[in-house]
Structure formats: structure tokens, C-alpha cells
T-cell receptor, first 109, second 112 residues
Framework: QKEVEQDPGPLSVPEGAIVSLNCTYS??????FMWYRQYSRKGPELLMYTYSSGNKEDGRFTAQVDKSSKYISLFIRDSQPSDSATYLCAITDTDKLIFGTGTRLQVFP | DGGITQSPKYLFRKEGQNVTLSCEQN?????MYWYRQDPGQGLRLIYYSQIVNDFQKGDIAEGYSVSREKKESFPLTVTSAQKNPTAFYLC???????????FGSGTQLSVL
């Protein structure tokens, strides 16, 4: 079993939709959670960083962590074509940092 | 502007040739990393460094070498021993090991 699992997609949604991106992890020692956005042939850009269970909001983005279920989510409200990218989750316990394989999102006008 | 600069953006390697990818950061970060990204795969860690003059192998270090002579710089050499070097290479840095990583814009390496 991989330590971090992420559905590769692609996920295709119409503009304005609410998008839900998810990762599951196996090690309960993980305590820091990040979401990155990567445009094609660019470096990943840090979107959200959280370390506690619950929700963290930043504009149209909400990161949700459920440590009891070992499940994290990124919600994008009012999705835009400019949100089309690959979204990677990253999870760390400071001893090691593990990336998910990424979910490719396409938002069509 | 603070950030991480990778160069070149595109690089071509001939058979038997060593090539070096540059990574410079002005964020005053202690930790630096090199990742390899292949299509449809996640990021795989090649090497990382927590401090000047020290570095550790990651998951796929064979065929690669690094140096960390200055805090700002962490070049990666892809040696001729790396038989499948075609990939997108990403350099990253963080204040402390395995904290929030900040990435450069990447180098696409291809074999001629």
C-alpha cells in the first residue's frame, strides 16, 4: 500500500463548479498537510498548508483534514479555466515528506 | 524578488555525457532538494541537503551526484551512469527539512 494515494484523474468540470480533490494516507504519524498546484511544465506552487484537523480557507480554496480517517481534501469554489492544472497533495511528519501522484483538473468554459 | 532559479530551462544530453543542472535560491533556506518528475508519476526524491557541505541520497540517487558548497546553490549532475535521464527535474528549498517546500520552474532534460 502506498503511503499516500491520490486519484490521477483527469477530472473535467464546467466553469463555476465546485471541485473536490482528495488524498488518503496510511501513517497516522503524518501531521502536516500541503496542497500544491502545478501548471504544465512549471514548478509546483504551494496553495495551502495546514497541520490540524478541520478546515482552512483561503479565497476560493478550502483545505480539509480528517486525521481520524487519514483523509485530506481540497475544495475549489467557483472553478475557473485558469484553475486547470495538476494538484498534488504532500504530507509530512518532518522525518519525510511524501507527495501524491497528482490529480489533473480541467475546467472548461 | 526572493525565489529559486533553475537553469537551463531545456537541456539535451548526448550518450556518455555528464550534464549539470543549476539551482540557486535567495530565500536563505537551509534545506534544498532535487526531484525527478516523469509523465503520470509523482515527484521522486533524488538528493537533499540540510546544510552546507552535507547531503543525503533520496529514493533514486543512482546515476546522479550533487554538491552543496554554498547555502544558495545546489547543482545536480546527471552522469552517464543514469541510463534513462529524460525527465523534468525540479529543485526545491525549505526553511527546515521537510517543511513547506518552494520549487523552481524546472529543467526538462532530454537525450539526443
Amino acid at each position: 500500500q502506498k503511503e499516500v494515494e491520490q486519484d490521477p484523474g483527469p477530472l473535467s468540470v464546467p466553469e463555476g463548479a465546485i471541485v473536490s480533490l482528495n488524498c488518503t494516507y496510511s501513517n497516522s504519524a503524518f501531521q502536516y498537510f500541503m496542497w500544491y498546484r502545478q501548471y504544465s511544465r512549471k514548478g509546483p506552487e504551494l496553495l495551502m498548508y495546514t497541520y490540524s484537523s478541520g478546515n482552512k480557507e483561503d479565497g476560493r480554496f478550502t483545505a480539509q483534514v480528517d486525521k481520524s480517517s487519514k483523509y485530506i481534501s481540497l475544495f475549489i469554489r467557483d472553478s475557473q479555466p485558469s484553475d486547470s492544472a495538476t494538484y498534488l497533495c504532500a504530507i509530512t511528519d518532518t522525518d519525510k515528506l511524501i507527495f501524491g501522484t497528482g490529480t489533473r483538473l480541467q475546467v472548461f468554459p | 524578488d526572493g525565489g529559486i532559479t533553475q537553469s537551463p530551462k531545456y537541456l539535451f544530453r548526448k550518450e556518455g555525457q555528464n550534464v549539470t543542472l543549476s539551482c540557486e535560491q535567495n530565500l536563505n533556506h537551509d534545506a534544498m532538494y532535487w526531484y525527478r518528475q516523469d509523465p503520470g508519476q509523482g515527484l521522486r526524491l533524488i538528493y537533499y541537503s540540510q546544510i552546507v557541505n552535507d547531503f543525503q541520497k533520496g529514493d533514486i540517487a543512482e546515476g546522479y551526484s550533487v554538491s552543496r558548497e554554498k547555502k544558495e546553490s545546489f547543482p545536480l549532475t546527471v552522469t552517464s551512469a543514469q541510463k534513462n535521464p529524460t525527465a523534468f527535474y525540479l529543485c526545491a528549498s525549505s526553511i527546515k527539512e521537510n517543511e513547506k517546500l518552494f520549487f523552481g520552474s524546472g529543467t526538462q532534460l532530454s537525450v539526443l
